[in-house]
């Protein structure tokens, strides 16, 4: 194996395991930093693990160390905020770093195969940008779906407390809206 691969082989496994360590969304603040920091100095050593190599290998084992650390941020911040549109992003920071990651090593080719390469690595990324469009927004339909459910049920449950008078029927009303979240 040679060194090229054996930093490529490094990395990925890298990769994987901070992938692997997905945060949940009740992060507390001293678990981001902590996550940042961590981050922060898995960069530091994978672009110091890239000074053995020399001309495009260097450059190419610098592109994934940088890829590694952005993909690693996006994770974190969608794993911290919870929100659905940093959960996205991540999608877009993964692509955006196999592109960086494809055309620094199209440029040890050369005339007409660096051309295809470099074709090729456009036509990946452009691909991986739609499939993150497409999970956004089946993301965002799934969502929509379950309001409408959670308003049919409501609606459901209201109807039920018709039958009710005085009290008991405030009290059904009352834990209907509590339990659809409705005010």
Same mark, same amino acid.
């Given at each position: 194996?040679?060194?090229?691969?054996?930093?490529?082989?490094?990395?990925?496994?890298?990769?994987?395991?901070?992938?692997?360590?997905?945060?949940?969304?009740?992060?507390?603040?001293?678990?981001?930093?902590?996550?940042?920091?961590?981050?922060?100095?898995?960069?530091?050593?994978?672009?110091?693990?890239?000074?053995?190599?020399?001309?495009?290998? =260097?450059?190419?084992?610098?592109?994934?160390?940088?890829?590694?650390?952005?993909?690693?941020?996006?994770?974190?911040?969608?794993?911290?905020?919870?929100?659905?549109?940093?959960?996205?992003?991540?999608?877009?920071?993964?692509?955006?770093?196999?592109?960086?990651?494809?055309?620094?090593?199209?440029?040890?080719?050369?005339?007409?195969?660096?051309?295809?390469?470099?074709?090729?690595? =456009?036509?990946?990324?452009?691909?991986?940008?739609?499939?993150?469009?497409?999970?956004?927004?089946?993301?965002?339909?799934?969502?929509?779906?379950?309001?409408?459910?959670?308003?049919?049920?409501?609606?459901?449950?209201?109807?039920?407390?018709?039958?009710?008078?005085?009290?008991?029927?405030?009290?059904?009303?009352?834990?209907?809206k509590q339990r659809f979240n409705?005010?």
């Open positions: 194996m040679t060194t090229l691969q054996h930093c490529k082989s490094a990395l990925a496994i890298a990769a994987l395991f901070a992938a692997s360590g997905a945060y949940a969304a009740t992060m507390n603040d001293a678990d981001y930093k902590a996550g940042k920091d961590r981050i922060s100095a898995d960069f530091k050593a994978d672009k110091a693990a890239c000074d053995s190599f020399s001309g495009n290998a =260097k450059d190419i084992c610098v592109e994934q160390a940088k890829g590694k650390e952005n993909v690693s941020k996006a994770e974190l911040e969608a794993g911290y905020s919870g929100k659905a549109t940093d959960q996205a992003k991540v999608a877009v920071v993964k692509a955006d770093a196999n592109y960086a990651v494809a055309k620094e090593m199209c440029d040890d080719k050369g005339g007409n195969a660096k051309d295809v390469c470099v074709s090729e690595a =456009k036509a990946t990324h452009t691909k991986e940008l739609a499939d993150a469009k497409l999970t956004k927004k089946v993301g965002e339909a799934k969502t929509d779906a379950a309001q409408d459910k959670r308003d049919a049920d409501y609606k459901v449950a209201a109807e039920k407390c018709e039958s009710l008078a005085g009290d008991a029927k405030a009290s059904c009303i009352s834990a209907a409705k005010s």
